[in-house]
């Protein structure tokens, strides 16, 4: 089988050659582009994030992401939120004591972490749900992480009976947060698969194998 061709989204966020060459040593075929040929016809599409809230949705506002986002999501294409990249698919944020919306796709709000420590920087384990396919074969593994906001509360109402709900995989640091979502075809986590070792290859070997 001809490798999967995944985009990543390109519109100014950190360093994103540590995603292209962990998808590339995947087996993936990679490109950085915001183009929405590009980001529009990938099997898949991966969203990074890093820094703050606002300045990412600022980011995506500027290459017309929210959009293209949106017409993956509604066509079955597959997304992938990493770190703030998942934490915008939620309704809102309040980091820095300043309200900010998000895309909306999940109910919950960022915020500070209740913890002594923040940031929350380094190896932590996960709680899976039965069924996931990200966390395959590697739930009892450990993920890096590193943020001080995260999603502490889920509440998704499930409005048709035949629709599937979203599987959310938590973690904690000073309590509970949402570590990752799978929701058909947009998944995302808060932690970073690129600087996870063997356990984040394999999630994202998990992800593009579910690509249709």
Same mark, same amino acid.
Request: hydrophobic content about 35%; aromatic content about 0%.
């Given at each position: 089988m001809s490798a999967r061709?995944?985009?990543?989204?390109?519109y100014g966020s950190g360093n994103v050659r540590s995603v292209v060459r962990a998808l590339e040593h995947v087996g993936a075929e990679v490109t950085l582009s915001a183009k929405p040929a590009d980001v529009l016809e990938a099997d898949g599409l991966l969203v990074p994030g890093v820094g703050a809230f606002e300045t990412v949705m600022k980011?995506? +506002?500027e290459v017309d992401a929210l959009r293209m986002i949106g017409r993956r999501v509604a066509g079955g294409r597959a997304v992938l939120g990493i770190c703030v990249g998942l934490q915008v698919l939620f309704e809102d944020?309040?980091?820095?004591?300043?309200?900010?919306p998000g895309m909306g796709e999940w109910p919950g709000t960022v915020e500070r972490l209740k913890a002594d420590v923040v940031p929350h920087m380094g190896w932590n384990t996960v709680s899976a749900p039965e069924g996931s396919v990200l966390f395959d074969g590697i739930a009892d593994e450990r993920f890096y992480f590193v943020h001080s906001y995260g999603v502490q509360d889920w509440k998704f109402d499930v409005?048709?009976?035949?629709? +599937?709900?979203?599987?959310v995989t938590w973690s904690a640091h000073g309590g509970p947060f949402i570590a990752a979502v799978e929701n058909g075809p947009l998944s995302a986590t808060q932690f970073h698969p690129e600087k996870?070792?063997?356990?984040?290859?394999q999630l994202l070997r998990n992800w593009i194998g579910g690509l249709r």
């Open positions: 061709r995944i985009t990543v989204l390109d980011g995506l +506002k944020s309040v980091e820095h004591d300043t309200r900010v409005t048709q009976p035949a629709m +599937k709900p979203p599987l996870s070792g063997d356990a984040g290859a």
